[in-house]
């Protein structure tokens, strides 16, 4: 596929801006922005087009996923509680496009606070799939990835805790890359689970996930988890060993996505790759153990949301406790509720070693697998959500079964590994269906390479 | 017989230029509240801590300065509780891996004896901000969120107000030796907490304990573990229980108030950071950190053991690591006479102003100059004093100390001739003879009322020996 990005350079940043605004008005029905940042986005695209700003991004439009602190507007991480913030600084990765001369114009859906796999979770309304408006455009970034997917802009920002970039990218059609943990600075990033939270993108392209990798990856003195740049594209892969994740092909998955999984491993094989079936038992607990491990975490980065400093304050309280309870009761979704009872549970004591101690156990020893298979094969290859994009309102009702959207997505996750979900081929009615590839830590670059034998050969 | 069981936490704060995961000032002293404030103080969304190295290298000092072993590994933890002093919700400390394992105090206590308190551990956190109620509503300042603190928890080792009391001003002393905390105890730099329990003498079981907390002197520490002590033997003699809780102490009515039950006690939730990535020191990390530590008070008592000085001096000059090192540098320059002199004015100095001491404006070369001037019969001890009080002033900064005495004309009389004339003019006088003719008659004794009377005509500038030699001579 050819690079989108590449076709914004070297035009007019102003009507590059212009052109995306325009695009994002004629959109709206499908709700994937919350905010256009119209006026900072034209100041910008003034600077780069006098020469002020130039760089490897320079006019090139992009949204951010609204849990990510801008300029130029609200952050509003899609909750009642933010629903007026204004952020007084921007978070790294903005800083960093636009340095390079990246614009950004709006900023996309989500579920509140990353909270969800559908987007059917902001307090603002859900966004509408791509593809098809009728069904859900898979999330927590599913603002950001329909922006792509509907062409408003060539690549959007997107945060990944569980899945939340893949999923959304595989129900639309485009490429998300979920870097290694690390890669990218969290600075600035409204916290979901600290310790596997990672920002990344959503293009049209391998090529275009590189571009903007090459500029928003490095150490961050702001963020003690980051990792100097090492990530450098390579143009191919040398054909290697890949492992076909059995727990992940299982009778619980769609068919046309097994289908299409199986296709692309024969591309891959077509390629010249050698894949064979690959066992990681303990793949099949990293559901259970993210559903601990980062709803604690949830319950600890909420706390802050008091409504003491900035944020939603509920104006009937009484007292402190009453503040406490009516603020956040009032500010927060349902799922948000959830996980922060989920968590304060998990965490509390009596609780603490049974759940969550025990959970960080597991993760160790899923961690340990995913090392150990990686020391005899290049990557491993499955599907990455269990359906193509299901129905609005399809699985509001059953928490349970929204989470178990996750399940092939959070391993990665967990062991801190990246992972991309690549478009390959759709479902007979038309649905996209995305295909998972993951190496071990910091060889994202050999990542990206890999997946471009799938690049637009279902 | 009642027995009581005390163990102390201790949160010193430690002197950094920042807080302890922000770049914002850590000294907020006479600030305008929430000016001292930064994104991650106020827990902004997206905000991520940032560990001062400096703190840790403060930290990795004061467990040198307590004897104690430095994790090679530690850990920080988010303690969470809700309230408005709290921006983030939690409170970062170390709960299961601390940087400071194990330690001991020596303490000297009055009678000359050593209390040596264990200690447990000491880890790092970061302290709260501060609340102000008034009538109905609370101001919030978070001037003092984020600073950095070492908690230092002792075993139960103590076992009398006066032990907490030695117990609590050698850790003051360690820790403003060992330079971790400005010590400024009105401040707040250090706070103590005191647990204690009672129990009959010999018994192998712990009674129940309060802990009261916040204390910040120490004579505060002393009153309030001995009204803790009437109090919990008072309710067990009239056959009531001591409740555990949380109590606080009112320094005018010297009482401690229930403040918190443990019915009351919070779950904490207590979660390993996943921010802060483990705190991994190697043994040479360590060594480096610790290299250069000042000399602590221990040692300084050991160095001073040949001055044969009364302890309550030798603990006056160890109240603040200026006046000992300025005291120890007389010592090693001028030898143990001088020495000697420096400590006893220092000793009874009362209120001076340390920081000309800190400084070195009031530095050893003058004191060991000025002491010097006594062993030579320049000065008398009395007039010596008045010089060193004279040091402080501000106008004598640029003059030496025999400037500043000819100046104050206190330089004694050493010349014969001089003194002769005020000698032969006693002698004469009338009230003088009953004197002359007691030592005639061998009462050696009243040769003492005839110098000081030619002191007095001197107005304290003859030299006393002379004056006493110029006198027999003339018997």
């Given at each position: 596929m050819t690079s989108r990005i590449l076709s914004y350079l070297n035009r007019s940043a102003k009507e590059n801006v212009q052109q995306a605004i325009l695009k994002a008005k004629q959109a709206e029905?499908?709700?994937?922005?919350?905010?256009?940042t119209e006026e900072r986005a034209l100041e910008q695209a003034t600077k780069v087009d006098a020469g002020e700003i130039t760089g490897r991004l320079a006019g090139v439009p992009f949204v951010a996923k609204d849990n990510i602190l801008t300029f130029g507007?609200?952050?509003?991480?899609?909750?009642k509680m933010l629903e007026d913030f204004t952020s007084p600084l921007q978070a790294t990765v903005i800083e960093k496009l636009e340095a390079e001369g990246a614009i950004c114009i709006g900023k996309a859906n989500l579920d509140?606070?990353?909270?969800?796999?559908?987007?059917?979770?902001?307090a603002f309304g859900p966004t509408k799939n791509?593809?098809?408006?009728?069904?859900v455009a898979g999330g927590s970034s599913g603002g950001s990835a329909v922006a792509v997917a509907l062409d408003i802009v060539p690549f959007a920002l997107g945060t990944d805790t569980g899945g939340s970039i893949r999923q959304p990218a595989s129900f639309n059609g485009v490429v998300g890359f979920k870097p290694t943990?690390?890669?990218?600075?969290?600075?600035?990033v409204v916290a979901m689970g600290s310790s596997t939270d990672v920002i990344g993108p959503i293009t049209n392209s391998i090529a275009d996930s590189e571009l903007v990798l090459e500029v928003i990856q490095g150490a961050d003195p702001?963020?003690?988890t980051t990792l100097p740049s090492y990530f450098k594209p390579i143009?191919?892969?040398?054909p290697g060993k890949i492992g076909l994740i059995k727990e992940h092909?299982?009778?619980?998955?769609?068919p046309s996505v097994l289908a299409q999984t199986r296709i692309a491993v024969e591309q891959l094989e077509k390629a010249g790759y050698s894949v064979e079936e690959v066992s990681l038992p303990m793949i099949e607990h990293a559901l259970a153990m993210y559903y601990i491990i980062v709803p604690a975490e949830v319950s600890s980065n909420l706390a802050?949301?008091?409504?003491?400093?900035?944020g939603h304050r509920s104006d009937?309280?009484?007292d402190l406790a009453a503040l406490y309870g009516m603020t956040r009761s009032e500010g927060f979704e349902d799922e948000n509720k959830r996980r922060i009872m989920i968590g304060a549970y998990v965490l509390s004591s009596g609780f603490f070693d049974a759940y969550y101690l025990q959970a960080q156990k597991a993760r160790t020893l899923l961690i340990d697998q995913f090392r150990t298979v990686f020391e005899k094969y290049d990557a491993l290859i499955g599907p990455?959500?269990?359906?193509?994009a299901f129905r609005?309102?399809?699985?509001?009702?059953?928490p349970i079964k929204m989470y178990l959207t996750d399940t092939l997505t959070v391993p990665a996750n967990l062991v801190g590994c990246p992972a991309i979900s690549i478009p390959f081929g759709s479902t007979p009615e038309g649905l996209p269906i995305g295909v998972q590839l993951m190496t071990w830590r910091e060889q994202d670059a050999k990542l990206l390479a890999l997946a471009r034998e799938l690049e637009g050969k279902a | 017989m009642w027995e009581m069981t005390i163990g102390i936490e201790c949160h010193v704060q430690l002197a950094?230029?920042?807080k302890l995961f922000s770049p914002a000032d850590n000294d907020s002293r006479?600030?305008?509240?929430?000016?001292?404030?930064h994104p991650v103080d106020y827990a902004l969304p997206g905000m991520l801590p940032v560990l001062n190295e400096e703190a840790v290298r403060l930290a990795v000092r004061a467990g040198k300065a307590l004897n104690s072993q430095i994790a090679n590994i530690s850990r920080f933890d988010r303690k969470h509780y809700f309230y408005p002093d709290l921006p983030k919700g939690y409170q970062t400390t170390?709960?299961?891996?601390?940087?400071i394992i194990g330690g001991k105090v020596d303490a000297p206590l009055d009678d000359g004896s050593t209390l040596s308190v264990r200690l447990h551990h000491a880890h790092m956190e970061e302290d709260a901000g501060k609340l102000t109620h008034t009538g109905s509503y609370s101001l919030v300042d978070l001037?003092?969120?984020g600073t950095p603190l070492i908690e230092i928890v002792s075993e139960p080792d103590i076992h009398s107000p006066a032990e907490a009391r030695a117990y609590a001003t050698e850790l003051y002393n360690l820790m403003t030796f060992a330079g971790v905390?400005?010590?400024?105890l009105y401040h707040g730099n250090m706070r103590f907490d005191v647990n204690l329990s009672v129990a009959k003498v010999g018994s192998d079981q712990l009674g129940t304990r309060t802990e009261t907390k916040n204390l910040n002197s120490f004579r505060s520490i002393e009153r309030a573990a001995q009204y803790e002590f009437n109090r919990q033997v008072a309710l067990l003699e009239a056959g009531e229980k001591v409740t555990q809780e949380t109590r606080g102490w009112d320094d005018d009515t010297g009482k401690t108030i229930s403040q918190r039950s443990k019915e009351d006690a919070?779950?904490?939730r207590y979660m390993p950071d996943p921010d802060i990535p483990p705190l991994v020191l190697s043994q040479q990390d360590i060594a480096m950190m610790q290299d250069g530590m000042p000399v602590m008070p221990g040692e300084y008592r050991q160095n001073w053991l040949?001055?044969?000085?009364d302890k309550s001096v030798i603990n006056t000059v160890l109240s603040h690591p200026s006046v000992a090192a300025t005291a120890e540098s007389v010592r090693t320059a001028y030898g143990n006479e001088a020495a000697k002199r420096v400590f006893n004015w220092f000793a009874s100095a009362?209120?001076?102003?340390k920081s000309a001491v800190e400084s070195g404006t009031v530095g050893s070369r003058r004191l060991g100059k000025l002491a010097q001037m006594v062993g030579e019969n320049k000065l008398s001890s009395t007039g010596a004093k008045e010089v060193f009080f004279a040091l402080f002033e501000e106008q004598n900064l640029s003059k030496t100390v025999a400037e500043i005495a000819e100046s104050m004309q206190?330089?004694?009389?050493?010349?014969e001739s001089a003194i002769i004339a005020v000698v032969e003019q006693v002698l004469a006088s009338e009230s003088s003879q009953k004197a002359v003719e007691d030592i005639r008659a061998?009462?050696?004794?009243a040769i003492g009322f005839l110098v000081g009377q030619v002191m007095k005509q001197s107005k304290g500038r003859a030299n006393p020996a002379l004056a006493q030699k110029l006198i027999r001579e003339r018997l």
């Open positions: 029905s499908y709700h994937a922005l919350l905010s256009l507007g609200k952050t509003t991480a899609a909750s509140a606070f990353a909270h969800g796999g559908s987007t059917e979770n902001s791509a593809k098809d408006p009728m069904r943990y690390g890669m990218v600075s969290r600075y600035g702001k963020d003690m143009s191919s892969a040398k092909m299982s009778d619980n998955i769609d802050r949301y008091d409504g003491v400093r900035y009937n309280a009484q990455v959500s269990p359906t193509p609005l309102n399809e699985n509001t009702k059953d | 950094t230029k920042t006479n600030a305008e509240p929430n000016s001292k404030v170390q709960m299961y891996q601390p940087i001037n003092r969120a905390t400005h010590g400024d919070q779950d904490y040949s001055l044969d000085l009362g209120e001076f102003d206190l330089i004694q009389i050493s010349d061998g009462n050696d004794k």
